[in-house]
């Protein structure tokens, strides 16, 4: 039987640590085309791929005292010295960071455990953009958009 896979089993990680307080992760794979087109005929002959394109965006609970540009999150980590968003001084020697969803709740078919399981990774991550959003009643978050090469679910990894 199919197993659903639900947000509340959903946890995200940056470069193999848990991000501590986002409330949800969004991602997309996307593959340009481009037509062909010949003279002396009006439908477009062939759709070539040009381009392939990964991206993702993360809303994080804003915590005091710990922007995006100096995470600390739940767990007290700084994702292995590297900030989510960087400074403005540091864009330009900015390195990379990895990303990944995991099911915290998948069941090894063979022991019958709970193990986790990656639903989506992504690689060669860079933060592209980062806005925020302060209401007077409401839970202030950071919502950052990110420019990755390459996506994989678990079927390619």
């Keep these: 039987m199919a197993e659903v896979f639900t947000g509340a ?12 307080y986002c409330a949800g992760v969004s991602g997309e794979e996307a593959i340009d085309y481009e037509p062909v087109e010949t003279l002396d005929f009006l439908e477009v002959r062939e759709h070539i791929p040009v381009a392939y394109r990964a991206s993702l965006s993360a809303a994080f609970f804003r915590l005091v005292g710990s922007s995006l540009k100096s995470y600390l999150g739940r767990y007290n980590s700084d994702f292995g010295g590297a900030s989510i968003f960087p400074k403005f001084d540091d864009i330009l020697t900015s390195g990379v960071l990895s990303a990944a969803i995991h099911n915290t709740k998948s069941t090894d078919t063979e022991s019958g455990e709970s193990v986790p399981d990656i639903v989506a990774l992504f690689t060669s991550v860079r933060a592209a953009s980062k ?16 420019v990755a090469i390459k996506q994989q679910d678990e079927s390619e990894i």
């Design 9 to 20: 089993r959903a946890k995200f990680y940056i470069n193999g640590q848990a991000v501590g």
């Design 131 to 146: 806005t925020f959003d302060v209401s007077a009643r409401g839970i202030v978050t950071e919502n950052c958009s990110f």
